[in-house]
């Protein structure tokens, strides 16, 4: 097969990302500019999201194909996340991809944002093939999807209510401790003592795959209502690693049940909380007992990214599955082929 490169574009939140990779997933250029102008509301704002995409995508694009030492003639395809996400955002990566895509006459691949996570995982391991299942973790999802080939999967579980990413955001910004919750809990946690609060579990029972973390987001206001003011202050770090080891519990213990259920023993780890060290520690250990291996993406490609949408897009070229130019976004939930 021709080695082909692939322009890619990630807007679905507040990250504008531009990526160019190739078909053997090696990463010439990934860039992601980041909006720290949303920090001062404690959470992304919409409509100032899109209005930064818009000022950013230009430029980045122009430094990416620069850094990559690609010239816009030697790209074979031009890759976009179309859902889900924040509509107004994921359509000024569509539009801006569409226009781009006609310009130049190449052809367009539509890629779901999920889909895009779980490949950020063949950027290190490129051989890494079904089946498996993954472990899809982030701030608005959490699912268990069960991936029997390339182009079919089932999703066997999910969250009933939050995500666990959206868990560490609430969790945090009920503490006052900033945003995103989950990379500052992440590291605060580790000089706590997970034990110190006993969190609840909630549906612990071996054969349900689905999650639920709102009960959990509850507790930690009901703790911090009923408790002395000082001992909240005097021991943040030990209430934040009681409630991550209360999340991590969950995910790894509802993971590894249905590997054993499936008779699985291959997992991919997908999503922003896959950067969470707990997370990974715990699964490493876990999976090893049922003989199984685990696979993170590497931890620059567990956030949003263009590099995973452009990696998710490659079996989709050589299968010229492209998109028309009336392709829209659009903001429904879940993992899916498109
Ligand atoms: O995948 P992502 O970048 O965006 C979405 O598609 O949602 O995930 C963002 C989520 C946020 O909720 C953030 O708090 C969480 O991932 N996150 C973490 C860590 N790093 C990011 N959660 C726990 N531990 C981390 N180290
Ligand atoms: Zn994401």
Known sequence: MKKIKILAFETSCDDTSVAVIDSNYHVYSNLISSQPNHNAFGGVVPELASRLHLKNIMKLTKIALLQSQTPLSEIDAIAVSVNPGLIGSLLIGVSFAKSLSYSVNLPLIAINHMLGHVYANKISHPELQPPYLALVVSGGHTELVKFISNREYEVIGRTRDDAAGEAFDKIAKLLNLGYPGGPIIDKISKSGNPKFVNFPRPMNQKDNFDFSFSGLKTAVTNYIKNEDKNIIEENKH??????????????????????????????????????NSRLREKIHKEIKKINGISYFPELQYCMDNAAMIGAAAIEKYYDKQFAELDLNAFSKKGLRFL
């Open 238 to 275: 030990n209430i934040v690693a009681s409630a991550q080891e209360a999340i991590v519990d969950s995910l790894t213990k509802k993971t590894i049940n249905l590997m054993k259920k499936e008779g699985l023993k291959k997992l991919i780890v997908a999503g922003g909380v896959s950067a």
